[in-house]
């Protein structure tokens, strides 16, 4: 990447160099298919398949028989909400959801809502954050599923899952979360959270891309889910296709990792966002934080630059990747939906820059960044008129009185 500095780990993280050395054995040496069961070669990937679903379900407090390999997190929710609504669709056909969820879960749902399904999608508060009671409220005797996700992708705010599961179980409702920020970042115990199913995905903690997981209880109270991937049996009939060994080994390593490292490495990554909030405040006004002050991942950072056009603001700090919104909604035009969601107007929303630390970014890199943002910011400032009326009206307002 040359002079570049990364600061867009939520929309994908680079491979730990652990992992890739974890993973290369499986594309030469230990090439099998973990289906071949008649002969050494299959069993040695069959092996490294079990051992990894092994690693995976006791980060988050699961049985291995719990996890389900897929392509991804975007997968693992169209099988976790399609799953859950088809299995259970004589049971009931309401499903609860909220404004600021991935795209990956909200167009499941608009999809099953012209299926027939009825979907309600609740409020989040400024910052971000559902509020078990209103869950409650929402739940009818016909509700089959909440699916609400564990920490927002744009602003890092954290759900107060524990309370979400609590109302869910006490309800007999199903409760899905997308946890794919969440894991390696933050500790998961499925059982204490009361959560009933989880997506993740191995790109987004230093793993491969191409690869996720998907956690279902089978154990207390089980959960069923039908498959909208058929064809081959492997996961227990619940997702076909030969499963990707590298892959799934690679996102063990990963995971693995993030959670030996966890607490100091969190806690380094928010010094270096508190950092980079500190170096910016320094130098720029009209600036705000959105998401949660408290209940936010380590390394988000979610800023307002009012009269900044944040696709200008990127287009000239070439030397700095950032996001203006998810990555996987970046080619869509308008304003982030979890920026409108928290309350912010369509101009602020533009305004609006994601910076997202991670395990390789370093204090200089930091500093050089906010450097290169705060010149980019007061650039085009000078050339908006509304920012220019805006100085000029407060320069009015301090000025001393004449009057005597």
């Known amino acids: 990447m040359g002079t570049m500095i990364y600061l867009d780990n939520n929309a994908t993280t680079p491979v730990d160099p652990e992992v890739l050395d974890a993973m290369m054995p499986y594309f030469r040496e230990h090439f099998g298919n973990a289906s071949s069961k008649q002969h050494p070669i299959g069993w040695k990937a069959e092996d490294a398949a079990e051992r990894s679903r092994k690693v995976i379900a006791e980060a988050i407090g699961a049985q291995p028989g719990e996890i389900v390999f897929t392509s991804g997190a975007t997968e693992a929710n169209n099988l976790a909400i399609r799953g859950v609504a088809f299995r ?39 910052n971000g954050r559902v509020d078990p009671a209103e869950v409650r409220r929402n ?3 016909d509700t089959i599923l909440a699916t609400l996700m564990f920490a927002n992708n744009e602003i890092g705010t954290i759900n107060d899952i ?9 309800a007999g409702v199903i409760f899905h979360t997308d946890a794919t920020q969440a894991l390696g970042k933050v500790p998961i115990d499925v059982d204490a959270l009361k959560i009933d199913i989880a997506s993740f995905s191995a790109h987004k903690l230093y793993g491969p891309k191409g690869c996720g997981a998907l956690y279902v ?19 227990r009939g619940m997702r076909a296709g030969t499963l ?15 959670l030996r490292r966890m607490n100091e490495e969190q806690e380094r990554i928010r010094s270096l966002r508190d950092l980079l909030y500190d170096l910016l405040s320094e130098e720029v006004e009209h600036m705000r934080v959105n998401g949660h002050p408290e209940h936010r991942l380590a390394g988000t950072l ?9 696709a200008a603001l990127m287009s000239r700090v070439r030397n ?16 982030s939906h979890v920026l409108r969601a928290i309350g912010l107007t369509e101009e602020e929303a533009k305004a609006s820059i994601r910076f997202s630390i991670g395990r390789f970014n370093t204090e200089e890199e930091i500093r050089v960044a906010a450097s290169a943002i705060i010149d980019a910011v007061k650039k085009i400032r000078a050339h908006s008129p509304a920012y220019l009326m805006m100085e000029s009206s407060r320069d009015k307002s301090i000025e001393p009185s004449n009057d005597h």
């Open 88 to 126: 259970y669709r004589r049971k009931g056909n309401h499903i609860i959801t909220a404004a600021a969820e991935h795209k990956a879960v909200l167009t499941v749902c608009e999809v099953l809502a012209k299926e027939g399904f009825e979907v309600s999608v609740l409020d989040v508060d400024t």
């Open 139 to 141: 739940i009818r005797h």
């Open 162 to 170: 524990g309370a979400i599961g609590n109302v869910c179980r006490e």
């Open 217 to 235: 209880r089978k154990k207390e109270i089980p959960v069923e889910i039908t498959p909208i991937i058929v064809g081959g049996g492997q996961e």
């Open 244 to 258: 990707n060994v590298p892959g799934i080994v690679g996102m063990a390593k990963a995971v693995e990792i993030s």
């Open 302 to 310: 979610n800023m307002t630059f009012r009269y900044v056009d944040a």
């Open 320 to 335: 700095v990747a950032m996001s203006s919104s998810s990555a996987c909604t970046s080619g869509t035009p308008g304003a």
